[in-house]
């Protein structure tokens, strides 16, 4: 049976340890600390972001690329992030509200993470 291939996912902030280790787990991850990191607008499917600032050049960047299929924030604000280019680019933006709130809401930030991402 043929292994399937996960998405390469690239985030952009350092993850809350059980995020960390769900997200290694369902993606192909690439972590602010590899050396790849830098080539996320070229490579990367789907986006993991908790403050960092996406804007309206990455997503021309992404769109000329082609590959990124989602952007998935933590936490509620997605001011850092240039929604219009964004949709103009075909990329939806996921945010998943508390999940920095606390580990034990509604699920663990990193069932949120996930459920947010996988959710496209």
Not at 6 to 34: W, Y
Not at 44 to 52: F, R
Not at 104 to 109: A, E, L, Q, W, Y
């Amino acid at each position: 049976m043929p292994v399937p291939i996960r998405p390469r996912v690239f985030a952009l902030d350092p993850l809350q340890s059980e995020a960390l280790e769900l997200a290694q787990k369902h993606f192909d991850l690439v972590l602010p600390t590899d050396t790849e990191a830098g080539a996320w607008r070229q490579q990367a499917d789907g986006l993991l972001v908790i403050g960092s600032h996406v804007t309206e050049e990455d997503f021309e960047q992404v769109s000329q690329a082609g590959k990124l299929k989602f952007l998935s924030k933590q936490g509620t604000g997605v001011d850092k992030i240039a929604l219009g280019a964004a949709k103009k680019a075909g990329v939806p933006v996921m945010n998943t509200p508390g999940v920095n709130v606390g580990t034990r809401m509604h699920g663990s930030p990193a069932q949120e993470l996930t459920i947010g991402a996988s959710g496209s």
